[in-house]
């Protein structure tokens, strides 16, 4: 089978990113596929045979702090409809057709503008999703400091009333009209299957008006064959991930200074990492330690070497690698209480949930683990266990070849019909 991968960034970035390069290898090494990447143009993409037809890189935020007549036009022909994104695409086609598309994260740098020109040659469209923008101008339901489900019911209009994306009115003008659109032009309606790494997305999908049907559970999986297990430890925590509001860092770092003898390593970039090295030398000093970002391979090991992850998002997660990696590792997980975490964290079993947002019962939880070596580690070993038996690579596989038949018989009746 041919399928096309597209996904915005064609490197290591973030969990939507490790997910389609590592399901790029996962459907080439089992199922012998053919696999056609499209992506955007990026300094830091790993090499492919098909960059010539990637999309020319833009930087969003830069065009939206430069705000003018043009700079204007070409973010609202980029990040809502992109002519130049469905061009690409078709000449990528034309010259390696594909049977079925595989989409990841698009919005606003490729945008489902390609799904038009998938649709004039009656290929099947499966979408993985990764947040949760089809619902949130914003992605990530979350505003202000808080979960916020204010533009339910399509009332995306909100959000700028709000200025819920970078606190910009100006972006989230783009992100309203983003939203409304992608309805409008009937783009969303031109998927055949929606794909929930988690339960939690599925059901808020289908709570906002998406057919049940079309929206298919499948959790990320994970290759624990190229991980050992490690029960021992250096003496320190670890958060790994986007250092961002939402992630609750705020939360862990206050939660860190009320814990003797504990030791925080913070790995990630983002936009708090400035205000949070503040905080953690004013609340916390000597007990955090801030290690920007890391690459796989370094990661790997600074997981390897903790006692525990701790994962204490404040939004609505959708299931996070960082927690797989964490298992993968047999390393157990204290996370917050919220969106997808809990259908992998199960509570006293392969790590330990806390309220999100609570300090206290944050640092309680994280003073239990630290002092319970050896509960400690037989969570780690059931949460290895599970990654084993549930989130394997040939487990994944099989259901993905599940969707993409249904929506490669689905289109042979299309066809038969003499449609197009």
Sequence with gaps: MRILIANSFHYYRGGDCVYALKVTELLQQIGGHKIISFAMEHPL?????????????????????????RSGIRVL??????????????????????????????????TPSIFHALRARNRPIVWTLHDYFLLCPNTTFFSKGGVCEA???????????KRCRK???????????????????????????????????????????????????????????????????????????????????????????????????IAGSGPL????????????????????????????????????????????????????????????????????????????QTGILFQPGNINDLAEKIRWMVEHSKERQEMGRRARKLVEQEHNPELHYKRLMEVYKAALKKHAKIGSRGCS
């Design 45 to 69: 993409n790993f090499p492919s045979k098909y960059s010539e037809f990637f999309v020319p890189e833009i930087d969003l935020p830069n065009e939206l702090r430069q705000w003018g007549f």
């Design 77 to 110: 022909t980029r990040a809502i409809y992109s002519n130049k994104s469905k061009h690409k695409l078709r000449q990528l086609l034309d010259e390696y057709p594909v049977d079925i598309a595989h989409v990841q994260n698009i919005h606003r740098h490729i």
């Design 151 to 161: 533009c339910k019911g399509e009332r995306f209009y909100k959000a700028v009333f």
């Design 167 to 265: 606190a910009s009115y100006l972006a989230s003008v783009v992100v309203m009209l983003e939203e409304y659109i992608h309805r409008l032009t009937g783009l969303l309606k031109l998927v055949d299957f929606f794909i929930a790494p988690s339960q939690f997305l599925r059901n808020k999908m289908i709570e906002y008006g998406f057919p049940s049907d079309k929206v298919i559970h499948i959790p990320y999986f994970i290759d624990t064959k190229s991980t050992k297990p490690s029960l021992d430890s250096n003496g320190y925590i670890l958060y790994s991930g986007r250092l961002s509001y939402e992630k609750g860092l705020k939360t862990l770092v206050k939660a860190v200074s009320l814990c003797d003898s504990v030791k925080l390593f």
């Design 273 to 348: 990492k400035a205000e949070l090295e503040t905080t953690a030398k004013n609340i916390a000093p000597k007990k955090v330690a801030f290690l920007g970002y890391l690459n796989r391979d370094k990661l790997q090991k600074v997981i390897d070497d903790a006692m525990f992850i701790v994962v204490p998002s404040e939004w609505y997660e959708n299931l996070p690698y960082a927690i797989l990696e964490a298992f993968a590792s047999a390393k157990p997980v204290i996370g917050s209480r919220i969106g997808g975490i809990p259908e992998l964290i199960k509570d006293r």
